[in-house]
């Protein structure tokens, strides 16, 4: 039995995905699937609203992005996947939800208030409006629960106001809208090689689907403790930025005796490293066995989104007939 509550999730496509995506929301959403009924959605709308870059090369960054949550185990047996640009119904939701939203509840939402201070190029409408088209994204299909990120709380916390304005307004006595709950993934940002956040943009992240070849000499030549500058000099895993990839990889014992070889000069820094190459390099064999089958045939990748397209497609229809007689628009 399925808990009652319906998750939603999106991910803008950015293409191939790294560790960093799967510790921070992919093994989340896997871990989801079997107890609750899981909607996870190709944002593609939201990538149009940011950066140029991003929409160069949009239909290859989609399926990238698809394959690699088929290659983490995203079942479409379990989950419904689909793409947002193939939902106009998400659009048409925000053009009704936009009809109650106050114009200052965007103006000072976290992210947009820091694009304009950060003097970039100036921000479209659509960029205004993510906030809304997001909320449009989750109360369409009256979800319950949003895995998100922490940068991302903010928005689930609008999409209640959202909601509980509409509800007050066109449907007092018995609220269309379900109020949504974020679910914060506990999991700490994964670092990348060079200990910043692990970040396609920052060229230091490792990817799912990163041949073996390409994993070994990524870690090989991750920098270290900058103090440990030759084999002999002790080492402290806490200015080391390999050690937090020790403490999601290796387990307990074996960390405590690589902790005791660094600062005992014990053990070289390549000797420390193997341990989480043959780590990664496991972790990653079933994603490529999975990955391997879907490039094969790449039809059924599109298959599967058509199939969850006119899936999520039923429900949103259905919330949007009581959203157009709530408002008095069916006529
Ligand atoms: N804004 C989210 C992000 O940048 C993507 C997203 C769009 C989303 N719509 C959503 C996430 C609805 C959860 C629910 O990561
Ligand atoms: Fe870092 Fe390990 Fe080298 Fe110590 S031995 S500096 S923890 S890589």
């Not at 871990?31 to 996870?40: A, K, V």
């Not at 949003?146 to 903010?154: C, F, I, L, N």
């Not at 402290?236 to 074996?254: F, G, K, N, Q, S």
């Amino acid at each position: 039995m399925k808990s009652p509550s319906r998750v939603l999730s999106g991910m803008r496509p950015t293409g191939a995905l790294h560790l960093g995506h799967y510790h921070g929301a992919l093994k989340n959403w896997v871990r989801l699937q079997d107890s609750h009924d899981c909607f996870f959605f190709v944002a593609d709308w939201h990538a149009l609203t940011t950066a140029r870059e991003h929409r160069e090369g949009l239909e290859q960054n989609v399926y990238d992005m698809v394959v690699d949550w088929l290659a983490a185990g995203v079942d479409p047996e379990k989950a419904t996947l689909f793409i947002q640009s193939r939902m106009p119904e998400h659009a048409e939701l925000f053009t009704l939800l936009a009809m109650s939203t106050p114009t200052a509840w965007l103006e000072r939402i976290p992210s947009y208030k820091a694009h304009l201070e950060e003097d970039r190029e100036p921000p479209n409408f659509g960029f205004l409006g993510y906030p809304l088209l997001q909320a449009a994204d989750i109360l369409i299909y009256k979800a319950g629960l949003v895995p998100v990120g922490e940068d991302q709380a903010a928005h689930v916390e609008f999409t209640r106001e959202v909601a509980r304005r509409f509800n007050r307004l066109h449907s007092p006595d018995a609220p269309i809208l379900p109020e949504p709950q974020e679910l914060l993934t506990e999991t700490a940002r994964l670092p990348g090689l060079d200990g910043r956040k692990m970040s396609k943009s920052y060229g230091n992240a490792i990817a799912m689907r990163d041949a073996p070849a390409v994993v070994e000499d990524k870690i090989r030549t991750m920098p270290t403790d900058p103090q440990r500058v030759r084999r002999s000099d002790a080492g402290e895993p806490a200015r080391c930025p390999v050690w937090p990839l020790h403490e999601l990889y290796t387990d307990e014992v074996t960390r405590h005796s690589l902790a005791q070889g660094c600062r005992s000069a014990g053990i070289g820094c390549l000797d420390c490293k193997q341990p989480l190459i043959d780590a990664v390099l496991k972790e990653q064999q079933p994603w490529r066995e999975r990955a391997d089958q879907y490039l094969a045939n790449p039809k059924q990748v599109h298959w599967i989104v058509e199939v969850g397209t006119e899936r999520a497609r039923g429900i949103a229809r259905k919330t949007l007939r009581e959203v157009r007689h709530a408002i008095g628009l069916d006529y």
